[in-house]
């Protein structure tokens, strides 16, 4: 054969040498690392580094929002703080929650899959205070025990609102109608992904005076993939789409386009480039570059006489002649130098 890289003779000969003792069988156990870790891919864990600049500005947006809202609902200054988001395995955020808490599940039309809101029980109790009449600082239950159906009524309206401005926050950047599904106390009950499945952990922290509280939005990664571009967009074009709604009229989308391209412009004048000024050049070999001491003279191949070539990131954009302006060497500028053509160059 062709492709064959010993001959029979030479297998031969391996043969026998391998019974005779001569060389030794690869018999030996290979040795496990302890640093060796297995991989398993059901889980697809894939590589997400870094973050959704767009989804970041929507949690902000969800924040505002939510602020305002909450606090006309309470009749009471109210303080709303984003935390970072965190990218977890779903079993491993279920089994932190704490108990106890409300669960609910929300779809995420026309995206597919299940979110998941969980409100913890101290901002539960601290809500229920302060909307029938009592004081924020004063819980109204010991924390471990079941929820009332009082109470569940009134997450349920808190979640209501809170649907409400995220649906508002997402509105420029996709139509996210997000819609209560149903609400669980257990969260075993709760299994919107598979434990291995990967989630973003949203966690806003609702502040009422001298209690808060956590409200965590719980989005499956793979419900994002469809949008992920979007979400990906850079910070300056998420500000620009949250400014943008789907009823802005051609006149408005006239006046964002310009202002993006003002914004381009004044970004590229603002880059610093290094610009340089030929005087002429030569070719030294090695030996004699090694040899060359102070005072030696080295002959260029332009005459002096020759006008100077000013480059602009090592392309050739101006010729001109050498001065002097005050204590500075200066460089004066007489003519452009044309383009090259892509046709001129080969």
């Known amino acids: 054969m062709a492709d064959q890289i010993l001959s029979q003779a030479e ?12 060389i030794r069988a690869g018999s030996e156990e290979a040795k496990t690392r ?18 959704f600049p767009a989804l970041d500005m929507i949690n902000e947006r969800i924040v505002n929002l939510f602020r305002i809202s909450l606090s006309g609902t309470t009749r009471n200054v109210v303080n709303i703080y984003l935390r970072s988001t965190e990218m977890i395995r779903y079993e ?84 996210l109608s997000p819609k209560f599904v149903r609400t669980e106390l257990n969260p075993q009950f709760v ?8 989630v973003l952990a949203v966690p806003f922290e609702i502040q009422l005076e001298t209690v808060s509280g956590l409200m965590t939005l719980v989005i499956p990664y793979s419900a994002l993939d469809p949008i992920r571009r979007k979400l990906l ?28 391209v003002q914004r381009l412009r004044t970004a590229i004048r603002e880059l610093e480039l290094g610009v340089t000024v030929d005087y002429g050049r030569t070719r030294l070999t090695v030996s004699d570059l090694m040899n060359l001491s102070v005072g030696d003279v080295i002959q260029l191949d332009a005459s002096i006489l020759d006008p100077l070539t000013a480059r602009v990131e090592g392309i050739p954009k101006f010729q001109g002649s050498a001065g002097q302006t005050g204590q500075t060497i200066a460089f004066k500028i007489e003519k452009r130098v044309e383009p090259i053509s892509d046709e001129g160059m080969f």
Do not use: C, H
């Not at 299994?191 to 990967?198: K, L, N, P, S, T």
């Open 34 to 51: 302890e640093d060796v870790k297995q991989y398993d891919f059901s889980t697809q864990d894939r590589n997400r580094q870094g973050s």
């Open 233 to 260: 967009a850079s910070s300056y074009q998420a500000k620009d789409m949250l400014l943008l709604d789907e009823d802005t009229d051609l006149d408005e989308q006239k006046t964002f386009e310009q202002r993006w």
């Open 92 to 175: 491993d955020f279920i089994n932190s929650v704490p108990l106890p808490a409300t669960l609910s599940m929300i779809s995420l039309r026309p995206l597919r899959g299940i979110a998941v809101v969980v409100m913890e029980g101290q901002l539960v109790y601290a809500l229920v205070n302060i909307l029938l009449g009592g004081s924020e600082a004063t819980p109204s239950r010991i924390l471990g025990k079941e929820f009332t159906r009082v109470e569940l009524q009134i997450a349920a309206k808190v979640l209501e609102q809170f649907l409400e401005k995220m649906e508002e926050a997402w509105k420029p950047i996709f139509p």
């Open 11 to 22: 297998v031969n000969a391996l043969l026998n040498a391998v019974s005779d003792g001569a």
């Open 191 to 198: 299994a919107v992904v598979g434990g291995a499945e990967q």
